[in-house]
């Protein structure tokens, strides 16, 4: 037998579809990230608590498959799921910053101000009553 006989014997002869597996890689990247993130922390509280995948499914309503493919960090999970995992485990997994408005601006902004005079005035404690005590004792 011919190499080449040997080589056309070993490749398949369906079409790979890697190329379009990629694209959905590059495509899902940003979800994916968070689902990882979300399922680390379960596999956390998993581990922290003692608890198993089987009991956690079951406080969850799920069949033990699909938490697994949550834990896999595999799964899109809509906000309603995300809300029933953060009830089930009494945590957090998400949090959203609420926007600035005019008046957070504004508070923000004195707050900061506020903080720089502190400072000065503080400052200006300390080095006047350096100077004070300077000529004062001379």
Known sequence: ????????S???KQE????QKAA???ENKEWQA???KIALCIISYIKKNKTSQVVLAKRLGVKPQALNRILQGKENLSLKTIERIECALG???ISIQEPLTCDNRL??????ISKFFEIRVDYSIRYSSVIYST????
Do not use: C, P
């Open 10 to 12: 070993l490749v398949s």
């Open 16 to 19: 790979s579809k890697w190329h």
């Open 34 to 36: 968070n689902s990882t």
């Open 107 to 112: 508070n923000t902004i004195s707050n900061k």
């Open 135 to 138: 000529v004062g004792g001379a």
């Open 1 to 8: 037998m011919v190499n080449i006989e040997k080589f056309d």
């Open 24 to 26: 959905q890689r590059i």
């Open 91 to 93: 945590l957090s997994l």
